[in-house]
């Protein structure tokens, strides 16, 4: 059975930081892409940040130059170090990791980042 568990997150103010890890176990294929990907209330979920395999790293405009999604591939990890938070960061952070036949989700991880 596949888990992927999150940590992190939590309640920061405007202008702070915080990091998101995520780490995927089980009997698992090989992993291609990894991700982080968000959902404010009223708002459908969103891609943050990706990263394939190949070293190929792709953001949202919207956090572009703030955000920085690294990851461990030896022991399945993803990050996302968040800096200059912003109140409209505020949102559910979900980690995501693709094999070739099907993607895997993380449970969730709230962010607030009061104003």
């Known amino acids: 059975q596949v888990q992927v568990v999150q940590s992190g997150g939590g309640l920061v103010q405007a202008g702070g930081s915080l990091r998101l890890s995520c780490v995927v176990s089980?009997?698992?294929?090989?992993?291609?892409?990894m991700g982080w990907y968000r959902q404010a209330p009223g708002k459908q979920r969103e891609l943050v940040a990706t990263?394939?395999?190949?070293?190929?790293?792709n953001y949202a405009d919207a956090v572009k130059g703030r955000f920085t999604i690294s990851r461990d591939d030896a022991k399945n990890l993803v990050y996302l170090q968040m800096n200059s938070l912003k109140p409209e960061d505020t949102a559910v952070y979900y980690c995501?990791?693709?094999?070739?036949?099907?993607?895997?989700w993380g449970q969730g991880t709230q962010v607030t980042v009061s104003s």
């Open positions: 995501k990791a693709d094999t070739m036949y099907r993607s895997y």
């Open positions: 990263s394939t395999s190949g070293g190929t790293i």
């Open positions: 089980g009997s698992i294929s090989r992993i291609n892409g």
